[in-house]
């Protein structure tokens, strides 16, 4: 034997030796991925998909149209919170809108001269989308405790003077925030009235998507305060899929946990890691400032990414989060202070120097005496919409409302230059 076949034999036999390795590893591999996917269904744990893209509803109509009120509806024991079925005057059928979208309402209403005054509101529409009917669901605003001021205007408006056959102006369904389309797993939390956005999207779920788990997590004070908790229990007790959870931060004598509720205390991280599995949730919160305050940088905090957490606060809210990299929605006022910032306002002839404590340029303007017009303060409604003439603008908050181009909602923006106003 020549030393070149020795050579290649010693060569064919490397070759081969490889060759049975990287087959032996890819089987191993193999086997692994096979027993991970069997797991998977063992535990029902959904495979990985590719995220559904948001479906585009255009906006249903311009400006405002006509609606009449069919129903009215009380919906908790203490009467708090009453619901109003809405019917277009022209008879049109209603298109769809994305579930947890609102609804902006022009009220008149009486003011102490004995005239009627113009306000703006926006509320949740609390059902899934009907071709004949909106639904909104709107709590009474008492006065707080140990202060002067009135109890909620537009509110108190809806349950005292608006009844069965009242007209009301309304604008089309609009908003950022509202439930996506897909099979992903869904955790809704809802503190309050901010349940409202969440039955919405609670009721277009098990429609349209009945195979998707959903979990509800509900936080009052105590029983007495929750809304519609007959048909909740229905709900949970139809589909499989849904879980409810009642959480009474102070619940009465005669309420009896495992009966009445499921959870003594508040909404908080433990109780979410103590239900929930280790699954791709997608979190959906909406309720009272301290809520999203303390649990959306808890679910930042325990590694849900930033693209699962959705959340809606009651009015102007600025609620941070951790992460590297994510949105902070709050304007940082520490530029501003050295900047030498001057806010003009064309039309009542002032020129302030801007006032980072102030928060936005509405807030601003109200407090140096010029009127602006205003509605929901939150970004929603486009009420206290003005025109730049010159500078520009930085907004705490995406804003639910489109501006025009070339102007800017007052509520929720702030001066990055100096500025002029059409006010």
């Given at each position: 034997m020549t030393s070149l076949v020795l050579l290649f034999w010693i060569a064919a036999g490397i070759v081969i030796q490889l060759t049975v390795y990287l087959c032996l590893v890819f089987w191993r591999h193999w086997q692994n991925y096979q027993a991970l996917r069997g797991s998977a269904a063992d535990l029902n744990l959904p495979l990985p998909q590719p995220t559904p893209a948001a479906v585009e509803i255009p906006a249903a109509w311009a400006g405002w149209r006509n609606f009449r009120v069919e129903r009215k509806v009380f919906e908790d024991a203490a009467h708090a919170v009453c619901s109003f079925y809405l019917v277009p005057e022209d008879g049109q059928a209603l298109p769809p809108f994305h579930p947890g979208q609102f609804l902006t309402f022009n009220l008149e209403i009486p003011n102490e001269q004995g005239s009627k005054e113009s306000v703006v509101r926006c509320y949740s529409l609390s059902d899934s989308p009907h071709p004949d009917c909106y639904r909104v669901s709107i709590k009474r605003v008492p006065a707080p405790t140990g202060c002067d001021f009135p109890p909620g205007r537009s509110s108190g408006f809806f349950h005292e003077q608006i009844g069965i056959g009242s007209s009301l102006q309304v604008r089309a369904p609009a908003g950022h925030f509202y439930l996506d389309h897909g099979n992903f797993p869904v955790v809704l939390i809802g503190g309050g009235i901010g349940i409202t956005p969440m039955l919405s999207m609670?009721?277009?779920?098990?429609?349209?998507?009945?195979?998707?788990?959903?979990?509800?997590?509900?936080?009052?004070?105590?029983?007495?305060?929750?809304?519609?908790?007959?048909?909740?229990?229905?709900?949970?007790?139809?589909?499989?899929?849904?879980?409810?959870?009642?959480?009474?931060?102070?619940?009465?004598?005669?309420?009896?946990?495992?009966?009445?509720?499921?959870?003594?205390?508040?909404?908080?991280?433990?109780?979410?890691?103590?239900?929930?599995?280790?699954?791709?949730?997608?979190?959906?919160?909406?309720?009272?400032?301290?809520?999203?305050?303390?649990?959306?940088?808890?679910?930042?905090?325990?590694?849900?990414?930033?693209?699962?957490?959705?959340?809606?606060?009651?009015?102007?809210?600025?609620?941070?989060?951790?992460?590297?990299?994510?949105?902070?929605?709050?304007?940082?006022?520490?530029?501003?202070?050295?900047?030498?910032?001057?806010?003009?306002?064309?039309?009542?002839?002032?020129?302030?120097?801007?006032?980072?404590?102030?928060?936005?340029?509405?807030?601003?303007?109200?407090?140096?005496?010029?009127?602006?017009?205003?509605?929901?303060?939150?970004?929603?409604?486009?009420?206290?919409?003005?025109?730049?003439?010159?500078?520009?603008?930085?907004?705490?908050?995406?804003?639910?409302?489109?501006?025009?181009?070339?102007?800017?909602?007052?509520?929720?923006?702030?001066?990055?230059?100096?500025?002029?106003l059409e006010a």
């Open positions: 609670l009721n277009w779920s098990l429609k349209e998507h009945p195979e998707r788990e959903i979990w509800l997590f509900y936080g009052v004070r105590h029983v007495q305060e929750l809304v519609m908790k007959a048909q909740l229990d229905t709900l949970a007790a139809a589909h499989p899929n849904f879980h409810l959870r009642i959480c009474c931060s102070n619940p009465q004598a005669n309420e009896v946990a495992g009966r009445d509720y499921q959870q003594h205390g508040r909404i908080d991280l433990a109780l979410l890691r103590q239900e929930l599995g280790l699954k791709p949730y997608h979190f959906y919160i909406c309720g009272p400032t301290p809520l999203m305050e303390t649990l959306v940088p808890a679910l930042d905090d325990w590694g849900v990414p930033d693209s699962h957490i959705h959340f809606e606060a009651f009015g102007p809210a600025s609620i941070k989060r951790h992460k590297a990299g994510a949105t902070d929605l709050a304007i940082p006022t520490s530029d501003f202070e050295s900047s030498g910032i001057v806010v003009n306002f064309a039309r009542s002839g002032k020129q302030l120097a801007w006032q980072p404590s102030a928060g936005n340029l509405l807030e601003f303007a109200e407090a140096n005496g010029i009127s602006v017009n205003s509605g929901c303060r939150a970004g929603g409604c486009g009420s206290c919409q003005t025109t730049i003439q010159a500078g520009e603008v930085s907004y705490s908050q995406i804003p639910d409302f489109d501006p025009e181009p070339g102007s800017c909602l007052l509520c929720v923006c702030a001066p990055t230059t100096s500025l002029t």
